[in-house]
Nanobody
Framework: QVQVVESGGGLVQAGGSLRLSCAAS????????MGWFRQAPGAQRELVAR???????NYADSVKGRFTISRDNAKNQGWLQMNSLKAEDTGVYYC?????????????WGQGTQVTVSS
């Protein structure tokens, strides 16, 4: 059974940094893309950053220049480096991993990791 597990969340002061990790296991497929999403209390889940199949990346305007997404396809792992954190970055962060064998792809969600930024 495929599992996607996020880690690295926690409580940090505004201006600080956190590095979130996402690891996919239980599949013979390889990581081919990854997205990080977040959901603040009372709000909808939103895309924060995405690492696409071709290696390109996309970021929400609110995090551009502060967050960096990366991944290691061979290890089925990815990361979200978050710098200059703001109170509005608070929320549960979810990893969405795209696993592929070159012909077929499947998308899996993790359970989320809480990030709280105190102002």
């Amino acid at each position: 059974q495929v599992q996607v597990v996020e880690s690295g969340g926690g409580l940090v002061q505004a201006g600080g940094s956190l590095r979130l990790s996402c690891a996919a296991s239980g599949s013979s497929f390889s990581l081919s893309g990854m997205g990080w999403f977040r959901q603040a209390p009372g709000a909808q889940r939103e895309l924060v950053a995405r690492s696409n199949r071709d290696g390109s990346t996309n970021y929400a305007d609110s995090v551009k220049g502060r967050f960096t997404i990366s991944r290691d396809n061979a290890k089925n792992q990815g990361w979200l480096q978050m710098n200059s954190l703001k109170a509005e970055d608070t929320g549960v962060y979810y990893c969405n991993a795209l696993l592929s064998n070159g012909y077929t792809s499947f998308s899996y969600w993790g359970q989320g990791t809480q990030v709280t930024v105190s102002s």
